[in-house]
């Protein structure tokens, strides 16, 4: 079913640092690439997206960056926080079809 | 506005039986998807919904079923239980398609033992 690849599997950070978590698709008819964060014991919250006729979204310290020929996609959290600390993951979706995940990334910001 | 309400919030059941897990989306939102969350598999999508009917379903047995109610309420029911159901079960709620941004449920934590 994973149609989203998602690496690293986890990454520790230093407090200050950039934290870049990588993705990748294969279904060419994808439109919609979006980014959740996911606490311990919560559901995943939408944290920034983005689609395809655009190759760079800006929100606070996160920003996506989108390879449309590459068919890659990223994260990227500036000046990382411990409470940045969770499980990213990213997804893809067609219109009027599931959204398909990547296998999340274990943020660790260390202080 | 109320968020996505999935009960129960956890559950323990004994292989080979069924269980039955809820969830009520924002108001207003038509479309409910279905995902199984495992440590080692990761989210993987078991079927969305709008407006009463399927309208996907991904790669998971017969056991595994939903069904939505005009008030756009979804029930998922997985019969004949095994261990390997343990998962946390998400619900997500979206307007008319995924597209337009998911917002999840908390979850049901479901132990087969």
């Known amino acids: 079913q994973q149609q989203v690849k998602q690496s690293p599997q986890s990454l520790i950070v230093q407090k200050g640092g950039i934290s870049i978590i990588n993705c990748a698709y294969e279904?060419?008819?994808?439109?919609?690439f979006p980014w959740y964060q996911q606490f311990p014991g919560k559901g995943p919250a939408l944290l920034i997206a983005?689609?395809?006729?655009?190759s760079e979204k800006k929100e606070g310290r996160f920003t996506i960056s989108f390879n449309k020929s590459a068919k890659q996609f990223s994260l990227h959290i500036m000046d990382s926080q411990p409470g940045d600390s969770a499980t990213y993951f990213c997804?893809?979706?067609?219109?009027?079809?599931?959204?398909?995940f990547g296998a999340g990334t274990r943020l660790t910001v260390k202080p | 506005k109320a968020g996505v309400t999935q009960t129960p919030r956890y559950l323990i059941k004994t292989r080979g039986q069924q269980v039955t897990l809820s969830c009520s989306p924002i108001?207003?939102?038509?479309?409910v998807s279905w995902y199984q969350q495992t440590p080692g598999q990761g989210l993987q999508f078991l079927f969305e919904?709008?407006?009463?009917?399927?309208?996907n379903k991904g790669n998971f047995p017969g056991r595994f079923s939903g069904r939505q109610f005009s008030n756009s309420r979804s029930e998922m029911n997985v019969s004949t239980l095994e261990l390997g159901d343990s998962a946390l079960y998400l619900c997500?709620?979206?307007?008319?398609?995924?597209?337009?941004?998911?917002?999840f449920g908390s979850g049901t934590r479901l132990t087969v033992v």
């Open positions: 919904y709008f407006s009463e009917t399927q309208r």
């Open positions: 997804a893809a979706s067609a219109s009027n079809n599931d959204m398909r």
């Open positions: 279904n060419t008819a994808f439109d919609y």
């Open positions: 997500a709620s979206s307007l008319q398609q995924p597209t337009y941004g998911y917002t």
């Open positions: 108001s207003g939102h038509r479309s």
């Open positions: 983005i689609r395809p006729d655009v």
